[in-house]
T-cell receptor
Framework: AQKITQTQPGMFVQEKEAVTLDCTYD???????LFWYKQPSSGEMIFLIY??????QNATEGRYSLNFQKARKSANLVISASQLGDSAMYFC??????????????FGKGTLLTVNP | IAGITQAPTSQILAAGRRMTLRCTQD?????MYWYRQDLGLGLRLIHY???????GKGEVPDGYSVSRANTDDFPLTLASAVPSQTSVYFC??????????FGEGSRLTVL
């Protein structure tokens, strides 16, 4: 079974509108972390936002927010007021608590977001 | 601050040749990782190292080896390259939160 599932291979959004990118995860750990990364066409991986499993508030970073629904095991990324520069591949990732300094991240297959003018 | 430096950025390699991808970090992170990125498959972990002197296998370790002689360097070696190892390879390191800091990637083509 996949640990991270991103069900939307591609998404389109109009500039200035909000968009939600879906991510569900599978873990039996009580302590874990969820990450979103952005990969523009230039190829670099850019960290966007982090949510810890014990965080009571949804994480927010500027126009990015993470809609964390622990019971449903979902960690959707919400981008408000989309900009043309938001066009990129977006990856959801999970760090499970394996103890010590083992911080391996498991990635989903990604969602390609296209922002239309 | 350079962060993570990978070399080469791009390489074309004949099948059967040996290749080492270099990775150096200047953030003094204990943990380092190698991922490969393939279209439709996302990023998959090849090998990792929690600290200097230790390494571990990830999801797709076959055909690859790593070493971690010191904190800063984490080279990835393909002993005998095959076409299925054509990919983009990312080196990364992590801090205590687990956030990964990535290099810019190495695009490898095996013919």
């Amino acid at each position: 079974a996949q640990k991270i599932t991103q069900t939307q291979p591609g998404m389109f959004v109009q500039e200035k509108e909000a968009v939600t990118l879906d991510c569900t995860y599978d873990t039996s750990d009580q302590s874990y972390g969820l990450f979103w990364y952005k990969q523009p066409s230039s190829g670099e991986m850019i960290f966007l936002i982090y949510q810890g499993s014990y965080d009571e508030q949804n994480a927010t970073e500027g126009r990015y927010s993470l809609n964390f629904q622990k019971a449903r095991k979902s960690a959707n990324l919400v981008i408000s007021a989309s900009q043309l520069g938001d066009s990129a591949m977006y990856f959801c990732a999970m760090r499970e608590n394996s103890g010590g300094s083992n911080y391996k991240l498991t990635f989903g297959k990604g969602t390609l977001l296209t922002v239309n003018p | 601050i350079a962060g993570i430096t990978q070399a080469p950025t791009s390489q074309i390699l004949a099948a059967g040749r040996r290749m080492t991808l270099r990775c150096t970090q200047d953030m003094r992170h204990n943990a380092m990782y190698w991922y490969r990125q393939d279209l439709g498959l996302g990023l998959r972990l090849i090998h990792y190292s929690n600290t200097a002197g230790t390494t571990g296998k990830g999801e797709v370790p076959d055909g690859y080896s790593v070493s971690r002689a010191n904190t800063d360097d984490f080279p990835l070696t393909l002993a005998s390259a095959v076409p299925s190892q054509t990919s983009v390879y990312f080196c990364a390191s992590s801090d205590q939160t687990g956030e990964l800091f990535f290099g810019e990637g190495s695009r490898l083509t095996v013919l």
